[in-house]
Nanobody, 120 residues
Framework: QVQLVESGGDTAQRGGSLRLSCAAS????????MGWYRRAPGKERELVAT???????NYRDSVQGRFTISIDNAKNTVSLEMNSLKPEDTAVYYC??????????????WGKGTQVTVSS
């Protein structure tokens, strides 16, 4: 029942910026962590960034300093500000959360994905 809806995926030029947003809904009692993963063509899904409800962040090395993740606990939303984009950032980006619902203490959920394409 928990659903994650992503937005913001688009095409950008090298060095450009995009902002991804994700809203979680559906019987959520408490969010523990939200974040973003991505899958590039021919590659495995990889962690981009996560943030806990208390604000602790984790970034993969290749995006640290360029991407900024933030969370709005009141709205159960997470955003990823992506700056200085590189062609290597081209991928489908998936929103992720670990949350407690009214019936399940903790479970992981995934969005459908949003395409980010960075041209060289």
């Amino acid at each position: 029942q928990v659903q994650l809806v992503e937005s913001g995926g688009d095409t950008a030029q090298r060095g450009g910026s995009l902002r991804l947003s994700c809203a979680a809904s559906g019987g959520i009692f408490k969010i523990n962590v939200m974040g973003w993963y991505r899958r590039a063509p021919g590659k495995e899904r990889e962690l981009v960034a996560t943030i806990t409800s208390d604000g602790t962040t984790n970034y993969r090395d290749s995006v640290q300093g360029r991407f900024t993740i933030s969370i709005d606990n009141a709205k159960n939303t997470v955003s990823l500000e992506m700056n200085s984009l590189k062609p290597e950032d081209t991928a489908v980006y998936y929103c992720y959360t670990e949350a407690r619902t009214g019936y399940i203490y903790n479970m992981a959920y995934w969005g459908k994905g949003t395409q980010v394409t960075v041209s060289s």
